[in-house]
C-alpha cells in the first residue's frame, strides 16, 4: 500500500496560552475523502488552519507527498496542491465573480484560464454572474464560488472547512454532491464539519476530535451509528 | 482660463503624492506618514542628478522613480513588517512611520544642507504653445503627460493585471488572500514600492514646477495629501486622482477671489467639512475604524 | 556659563508641559496632534490680555497663565464637539489640520503681527515654569490612581469592554480632550514669555511631531513619562555640544533613530522600565461598601418578546421570546452560528434589536449607546474573546469592573481629602472581594497580560463581579478549559446563584452545561428550537440533530 497523501503526527497548536490541539495525527490516503468532525471548540479548525499553513504549530509534523511541509506558509503550499477554502468562505466580496476565481489560480498562470472555463461549465450559476461582484450571492452560490476557486488552483488535497456553516439543507446537499465529484476526479479531500452525519457519511475515514485531542476513529460507516460520537458530541455517557 | 490650467498641473502633482498614500492604507490600512520625506528626498535628488552629474531633466524621472521603489522597500521592511500583528499596530505604524521620515530628512540636511536647491539656469527647454490665448510650456506639459501616464498606468495596473488582483485581495481581505496562496508580504513590499515611486516623481515634478527644493516641502504637501484622500475617501484611488486635480482647481481659485496668503486653508477647510459630514470620503466606501 | 543651564533647565520644564497635553490624550488611547494651534492661540491671547505692570505683587503671568490655559480648554471643547467621534487615523488628520489652520489664520491676522510676530518680555524663570511643570505632574499623579484615570486607561486598552463596565466614553475622552487643551495653553503663554518672541510658526508641524515623538518616548502609561522623554531629548544635544559635535543634522536624525527604536522596541517608552508601585494595601478596617440588596428570587429580571436581529437580510436572531426570573441559571446552546453571542449583545444593550421588543430590569431594549446604562442597572458580562485591559493589573481591573459602584475621588485626591481616601478603600474592599471569590487575590499586583489562560477566564469573572450585577452574563467562560478547570468553574458559578446573582451562561461545553444550569433553551439559526430542564434537553432529539446534523440529502434534486 503506497504512502499517503497526507500525514499530520503528533500536531499541537496553541493560539497564546491557549492549547488548541494536543497530540492530534491523522492520515489522507490518496483519492480517499476524510471527516474531522467534533463540537464546536474542539479544535477542527486549528488543526486544518495548521495544515495549510496559515498557523504554525508549537510541535508536530505535517508530511505533504512525502515532504516534511510542516514549516511551509500558505503560497508555497498552494503552488504545491495543497489547497483550503476556508470557514465562512471567505470570497472576495468587492471583486467579480470572475476574478475571484482568476486569483485563485494565482499559481497557476499557464493553465488558469482553461480551469476556469471547466468551473463556468460545471457551475452554471457562476457563469451566468461573472462580472458581478461576488457579495452578491447567496450563500450557497459563494460556497459554489469558494470550492470552484480553490479548484482553479488545481489541488492534489483539498482542505474544506465546514462547507455546510449557515446554509439551508437542500444547498447542503449540492455542496455534498460536488464534494463526491471532486473526490471521484482524483482529488484527495478533508473535510472538517460540525454536521456530523452528513461527513460521516460521505467519508472513508472518520476522525472525531474532543476538546483540542483525537477522541476516536474509524470507517466513516461505522463511526455513523457508534453510540461514543454522540457522547463525545454532547458529553452524555 | 490659464488658472484653470495651473489648478490642474498643480492638482495633478498632488493627485500623484495623495495616490500614494491611499495604495499603502488600502493594503495594509495604515497611513505612512514617511511619504512626505520620499518626496522631499527626489526633488532633492533630481536637482543633483541635473546640476552635478548633468543628466537631462527628463532622465531625472525615471532616475527617481526607481529611487523612490527602493526607499519604499526600506520604509516598509524598516517601519511597518516588524509591528506585524502587534495590536497597536495603526498607532504605533504612525510613529514609526514618521520616525522613519525624520531620519530621511535628516540625512538630506546632511547631504545637501539647509538651504533652497535650484535647477542650473539652462536645465528647462524654453519651448512654449499657445492654445486659444492661454501660454504653455513644454515643462508643464510634461508634468502633466507624466502624471496622468503614470495614474493611468496605476489604475490598468490594479484593475487588469495578476499583481493588481493581489493588491486588491490584500487590501479587502488579507486572510482569504493569504488562503488562496498569495503572498501577502511580497505583495505589501511591492505596493509599497510603487505607491514611493509615485510619491517621488511627484517630487521632482513639483520641483520641477517651482524651480526648486526645499526641507520643508514635504509638510506641506503631506497635510494637502492627507486632504485629499480624505476627501476623496480613503483607499480610494480614483478619489484620489479627483481628489487631487479638485484640490489645485480649488485653491487656484481661492487665490484669485480671496488672496494668496490663504491658499493652504483650502485643504483643511475641505477636510473638516468632510471628515464632519461625510468620513468616508466621496468615493471612499471603507468603514472609519478604531485604532 | 550658568545662564545656559538656567535656559536648558527651563526648556526641559517647558518641553515637558507640552508634552502633557500630548500625555492627556494618549492616556485615553487616542491620537490628537493639534496641541500646536491651542498652544498658539492661547499664546497670542495672552499677549493681548496681560496687564505690563506686576499684579498685586505677582507677575503679570498669574493672570497670563489661566487666560492661556482657558483659552486652550474652550478651543479644545469647540474643536472636541464635532472631532470626537473619529478615531485612530482620521482623528490624528482632523486635528493636525486643524493646527495647520490656526497657523494660516494666525499669520494673516493683524493683531498678532502677522509672520513677524510679537514681541513680550522675558517672564518666564526657571522658577516659574519648574511650578508650573509640578503642578501638572502633580495633576496627573493623582490622575492615575482615580476612578476616571483607571476608566481612561480602560478605554484605551479596550473600548467596547470599557463601555460594558458603565464608563461613559463620550464624556472621558472630552474630558481628557479639555484637559490637553488647557496644558497646551499653560505652555503656549510660558513659550512665548520665555522666548521673547511668539510667532505662529513656533507651533507648526515640526513643532506638534517634536511634542508627540517628547511623549511616546517617555510613555503613555506612567505619569512620570513625560518628564522622562523631555530630560532625556533635551539632554541629547547637550551631550552632543560636550562631545564635540556640531552638525545640525545629528540632533534631528538621533532623535528620528530613538523615536524609531523605542517604537519598535519599547513601546511603552521609557517609562516602562520603571517597576511599578506595590500594589496598594487594603485597610482591613474599612468596610466593603454598602450595596443594594439583589431581588428576591422569582423577580423577573428579563423579558424578551419576538425579539430579532437582521444584519441587511441575514437574520442573525429570529423571533426569541424568553423569560428569566431572579436566581436562575439559564443555559444558552447551540450549533456554532446559531445567534447565541447576537442575542447576548443585544440584552447587554451593545447592539440595538431591528424587531420585538425586550425589558433587562425594566429597561427596554432600544436605541444605540445603552451599554452603559444597562450596566448601571446591574447588568454584568464577560466577552467570548477575552477583553481584559492587558496593562492594567488584575486589581485595576476589577476596579474597572466597579465603576458604577464607585464615587469619583480625582477632586478629593487632589486635596488629599480623608473622605477620598474612604471612599477609595470601599472601592479596593469591593474589587479586593470579587477577586477572592474567584481565586486571584494572591495575584492582585499582577499586569493582566501575564495571567494564564485559565486565570484570565477568572478574572474576567471577578471583573463583571464587582459591579454588583443583579444579571451576569457569561459568554463561552469554560472554553480551551479541560474538564476539571470546567468543574471549578460550574462549583463557582452555582455559589454564586446562591448568592442571588441571575446567571445567564452561554457554553459549547454542553455537559458543563447540563450540570451547571438550572434551565436550558436551545438555539439554532438564530431561533428557539428547544427549552426546559436540563434532563429533557439532554434527549431531545431535536437538539441532538441541531449539533450532529441531518442525516441525509432530503430530495436528490438541485
Known amino acids: ?237 | 482660463m490659464q488658472q484653470v490650467l495651473n489648478g490642474i498641473f498643480a492638482g495633478s502633482i498632488y493627485a500623484l503624492f495623495a495616490i500614494g498614500f491611499t495604495l499603502v492604507f488600502g493594503v495594509l490600512d495604515r497611513l505612512n506618514l514617511a511619504h512626505a520625506a520620499v518626496f522631499t528626498t527626489s526633488a532633492y535628488v533630481g536637482i543633483e542628478l541635473v546640476a552635478d552629474l548633468g543628466l537631462s531633466i527628463w532622465l531625472a524621472i525615471p532616475a527617481v522613480l526607481v529611487t523612490g521603489a527602493v526607499l519604499g522597500l526600506v520604509i516598509e521592511r524598516v517601519a511597518f513588517r516588524p509591528l506585524k500583528g502587534r495590536h497597536d499596530a495603526h498607532f504605533a505604524g504612525l510613529i514609526s512611520s514618521i520616525a522613519v521620515g525624520g531620519m530621511f530628512l535628516a540625512l538630506l540636511q546632511a547631504r545637501y544642507g539647509p538651504d533652497t536647491r535650484r535647477f542650473p539656469a539652462d536645465a528647462f527647454p524654453s519651448t512654449d504653445f499657445e492654445l486659444g490665448g492661454v501660454r504653455i510650456t513644454l515643462l508643464q506639459l510634461v508634468i502633466l503627460g507624466v502624471s496622468l501616464g503614470l495614474m493611468l498606468g496605476l489604475a490598468y495596473l490594479v484593475n487588469r493585471t495578476r499583481l493588481g488582483r493581489g493588491m486588491r485581495a490584500v487590501a479587502e481581505n488579507p486572510h482569504a488572500a493569504a488562503v488562496l496562496g498569495v503572498n501577502v508580504d511580497r505583495v505589501t513590499a511591492t505596493t509599497f514600492a510603487i505607491s514611493s515611486a509615485l510619491g517621488a516623481v511627484a517630487g521632482v515634478l513639483l520641483a520641477f514646477y517651482v524651480n526648486s527644493a526645499q526641507m520643508t516641502m514635504g509638510f506641506n504637501i503631506e497635510l494637502k495629501g492627507l486632504a485629499v484622500i480624505i476627501v476623496g475617501g480613503m483607499g480610494s484611488l480614483k478619489g484620489a486622482m479627483i481628489g487631487g486635480i479638485a484640490l489645485g482647481l480649488a485653491e487656484v481659485f481661492a487665490v484669485q477671489y480671496v488672496g494668496s496668503s490663504w491658499r493652504d486653508v483650502v485643504a483643511f477647510g475641505l477636510l473638516f467639512g468632510i471628515l464632519l459630514l461625510r468620513p468616508q470620503g466621496l468615493f471612499g466606501a471603507r468603514q472609519v475604524r478604531e485604532v | 556659563m550658568l545662564g545656559d543651564y538656567t535656559a536648558t533647565l527651563t526648556l526641559i520644564a517647558l518641553t515637558a508641559i507640552f508634552a502633557y497635553s500630548f500625555y492627556a490624550v494618549l492616556m485615553a488611547g487616542q491620537l490628537s496632534l493639534g496641541q500646536a494651534g491651542l498652544a498658539s492661540l492661547a499664546g497670542f491671547s495672552a499677549t493681548v490680555v496681560m496687564p505690563d505692570s506686576p499684579v498685586v505683587g505677582l507677575s503679570p503671568l498669574v493672570v497670563g497663565i489661566p487666560v492661556g490655559m482657558l483659552v486652550g480648554a474652550c478651543v479644545a471643547f469647540l474643536l472636541g464637539l464635532p472631532v470626537m467621534r473619529l478615531r485612530g487615523v482620521f482623528l490624528a488628520i482632523a486635528t493636525l489640520g486643524f493646527a495647520e489652520m490656526v497657523r494660516i489664520v494666525l499669520i494673516n491676522a493683524e493683531w498678532t503681527g502677522g509672520a513677524q510676530g510679537t514681541s513680550v518680555p522675558k517672564l518666564v524663570t526657571p522658577g516659574i515654569a519648574w511650578g508650573c511643570l509640578l503642578l501638572v505632574a502633580y495633576w496627573f499623579w493623582r490622575l492615575g490612581g482615580s476612578r476616571f484615570g483607571r476608566g481612561l486607561a480602560a478605554i484605551r486598552e479596550d473600548e467596547l469592554a470599557a463601555r460594558a463596565m458603565g464608563v461613559h466614553i463620550r464624556r472621558y475622552r472630552m474630558a481628557a480632550f479639555v484637559t490637553s487643551g488647557a496644558i497646551a495653553g499653560m505652555y503656549g503663554v510660558l513659550l512665548a514669555y520665555f522666548s521673547r518672541f511668539i510667532t505662529p510658526d513656533d507651533f507648526g508641524f515640526a513643532a506638534a511631531v517634536d511634542g508627540l515623538v517628547t511623549a511616546v518616548v517617555g510613555g503613555s502609561l506612567l505619569f512620570l513619562g513625560p518628564l522622562l522623554g523631555s530630560g532625556f531629548l533635551t539632554s541629547v544635544p547637550e551631550i552632543q555640544r560636550a562631545l564635540g559635535v556640531e552638525a545640525g543634522w545629528i540632533r534631528p536624525f538621533l532623535s528620528a533613530l530613538l523615536l524609531l527604536v523605542v517604537i519598535l522596541f519599547l513601546p511603552g517608552g521609557l517609562s516602562s522600565l520603571i517597576p511599578r508601585w506595590r500594589t496598594p494595601r487594603l485597610d482591613p478596617s474599612i468596610p466593603a461598601p454598602e450595596l443594594p440588596a439583589l431581588p428576591p428570587p422569582g423577580t423577573s429580571v428579563l423579558t424578551l418578546k419576538g425579539l430579532g436581529k437582521a444584519y441587511g437580510g441575514l437574520h442573525a436572531v429570529r423571533s426569541v421570546d424568553l423569560e428569566l426570573g431572579s436566581g436562575e441559571i439559564l443555559g444558552l446552546i447551540g450549533p456554532n452560528g446559531a445567534g447565541k453571542t447576537t442575542l447576548v449583545n443585544l440584552i447587554s444593550g451593545l447592539s440595538v434589536p431591528t424587531s420585538g421588543t425586550g425589558t433587562v430590569l425594566g429597561i427596554p431594549l432600544g436605541p444605540d449607546g445603552q451599554g452603559h446604562r444597562f450596566a448601571r442597572a446591574g447588568v454584568s458580562r464577560t466577552f467570548q474573546h477575552s477583553k481584559l485591559f492587558d496593562r492594567l493589573t488584575v486589581l485595576e481591573n476589577a476596579l474597572v469592573g466597579a465603576h458604577v459602584v464607585t464615587r469619583p475621588t480625582l477632586l478629593r485626591r487632589l486635596l488629599w481629602l480623608p473622605s477620598a481616601r474612604r471612599d477609595e478603600q470601599r472601592a479596593l474592599a469591593q474589587a479586593g472581594a470579587q477577586l477572592a471569590r474567584v481565586g486571584l487575590a494572591d495575584r492582585a499586583g499582577v499586569n493582566a497580560g501575564a495571567l494564564s489562560y485559565g486565570d484570565r477566564r477568572r478574572l474576567e469573572i471577578a471583573r463583571a463581579l464587582a459591579a454588583h450585577p443583579t444579571l451576569l452574563i457569561l459568554d463561552e467562560p469554560a472554553a480551551g478549559m479541560n474538564h476539571v478547570e470546567a468543574q471549578e468553574l460550574s462549583t463557582l458559578i452555582r455559589t454564586l446563584a446562591e448568592d442571588g446573582i441571575t446567571v445567564l451562561l452561554i457554553e459549547h461545553n454542553v455537559r458543563m452545561v447540563l450540570e451547571t444550569c438550572t434551565r436550558i433553551v436551545v438555539l439554532s439559526f438564530g431561533e428557539v428550537i428547544a427549552a426546559g430542564d436540563p434532563a429533557t434537553i439532554a434527549k431531545d432529539p431535536v437538539v441532538i440533530e441541531a449539533y450532529l446534523g441531518s442525516d441525509g440529502p432530503a430530495d436528490s434534486r438541485v
Open chain 1, 1 to 237: 500500500m503506497s504512502d499517503p497523501l497526507l500525514s499530520v503526527q503528533g500536531l499541537c497548536v496553541s493560539y497564546g496560552r491557549v492549547q488548541a490541539v494536543r497530540d492530534v495525527s491523522f492520515e489522507a490516503a490518496e483519492g480517499s475523502l476524510v471527516a474531522l468532525v467534533g463540537a464546536n471548540g474542539a479544535g477542527k479548525t486549528s488543526v486544518l488552519n495548521a495544515v495549510a499553513g496559515l498557523l504554525r504549530p508549537r510541535q508536530g509534523k505535517v508530511v505533504f507527498d512525502g515532504t516534511d511541509v510542516t514549516r511551509w506558509s500558505a503560497h508555497r503550499l498552494v503552488d504545491a496542491g495543497l489547497v483550503q477554502v476556508p470557514e465562512g468562505r471567505e470570497v472576495l466580496a468587492t471583486m467579480t465573480i470572475h476574478e475571484n476565481l482568476q486569483l485563485g489560480g494565482w499559481h497557476r498562470r499557464s493553465t488558469a484560464d482553461a480551469s476556469i472555463d471547466e468551473m463556468y461549465e460545471r457551475f452554471p450559476v457562476l457563469a451566468e454572474r461573472r462580472d458581478l461582484p461576488a457579495g452578491a450571492l447567496s450563500g450557497g452560490e459563494q460556497q459554489m464560488l469558494a470550492i470552484a476557486r480553490a479548484l482553479v488552483a488545481q489541488p492534489r488535497l483539498l482542505l474544506l472547512d465546514e462547507p455546510s456553516m449557515g446554509l439551508a439543507p437542500r444547498v447542503v446537499d449540492e455542496v455534498f454532491r460536488v464534494l463526491e465529484e471532486i473526490r471521484q476526479s482524483g482529488t484527495t479531500v478533508v473535510l472538517v464539519e460540525q454536521n456530523a452525519r452528513r461527513a460521516l457519511r460521505a467519508a472513508d475515514v472518520g476522525y472525531v476530535l474532543e476538546t483540542g485531542s483525537l477522541a476516536h476513529s474509524g470507517p466513516g460507516h461505522e463511526l455513523l451509528t457508534d453510540e461514543r460520537v454522540i457522547a463525545a458530541y454532547l458529553g452524555i455517557d
